[in-house]
């Protein structure tokens, strides 16, 4: 286990370098820690407006709904996020899963858990 980190930055398939691995494993480990409050915060507003029928009426009952799609948004980015920081600790994050392409370091940084490189993300959201 231990090898396996130190390896992960000068791994030969690894297409990035190891000063940028640690900024973007930093920026999956913040991003998951916000999503993670975000979660639970929101799962507290859906069960209290679950829990309470009579506010779950009206304009409430929007916001149960909101409440409830968010919850979803956090766990799908959550999944994300643990999804790229085992990437990280295999040495395969920064390559597109869906062809040999790296991810350039750019899209990385701006989306550190993304999985594809741009035409196979296009390619992805155009099949949805
Ligand atoms: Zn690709």
Do not use: K
Not at 49 to 60: E, K, N, S, Y
């Amino acid at each position: 286990m231990d090898t396996a980190l130190i390896d992960a930055g000068t791994s030969p398939t690894q297409p990035l370098p190891a000063e940028a691995l640690t900024r973007l494993r930093n920026l999956l480990l913040q991003e998951l820690s916000v999503q993670t409050d975000q979660a639970e915060e929101q799962g507290r507003t859906v069960a209290e407006l679950r829990t309470d029928p009579d506010t779950a009426i009206g304009q409430f009952e929007v916001d149960w709904e909101l409440a409830e799609v968010m919850v979803g948004w956090s766990e799908e980015a959550i999944e994300d996020i643990e999804h790229a920081l085992a990437r990280l600790e295999d040495g395969s994050y920064g390559r597109c899963e869906q062809c040999p392409r790296p991810i350039p370091l750019e899209r990385l940084e701006a989306i550190p858990h993304a999985r594809f490189c741009v035409p196979c993300q296009a390619r992805q959201d155009a099949m949805r």
